[in-house]
Nanobody, 114 residues
Framework: VQLVESGGGLVQPGGSLRLSCAAS????????MSWVRQAPGKGLEWVSD????????NYVDFVKGRFTIFRDNTKNTVSLQMNSLTPEEAAVYYC????????WGQGTQVTVSS
């Protein structure tokens, strides 16, 4: 199983980033996919998830209306479009598969700073 995130980087407050995660080694369309973040010195924080068939999406309250999760089951990818980012959202963002979750990527760093 492999989950590889990309798309992190430095963005100014109010800016946007799109994170992507490429999955392999499991039946992607059968798994909920999640984005989880960890800010410096803090614990893991679930951000969003999407059912395997894309029929259900969920977001933590403070990102609703700003973040959108996408998945493409033909390409085994899941993405997170993040708009209006705040400095408090600087974190390592992880892609994760399954309930639990079962599988984790290595994370991609998002820095929000002017």
């Amino acid at each position: 199983v492999q989950l590889v995130e990309s798309g992190g980087g430095l963005v100014q407050p109010g800016g946007s980033l799109r994170l992507s995660c490429a999955a392999s080694g499991f039946t992607f369309s059968s798994y909920y996919m999640s984005w989880v973040r960890q800010a410096p010195g803090k614990g893991l924080e679930w951000v969003s998830d999407m059912a395997g068939d894309g029929g259900s999406t969920n977001y933590v309250d403070f990102v609703k209306g700003r973040f959108t999760i996408f998945r493409d089951n033909t390409k085994n990818t899941v993405s997170l479009q993040m708009n209006s980012l705040t400095p408090e959202e600087a974190a390592v963002y992880y892609c994760a598969a399954g309930r639990g979750p079962l599988y984790w990527g290595q994370g991609t760093q998002v820095t929000v700073s002017s």
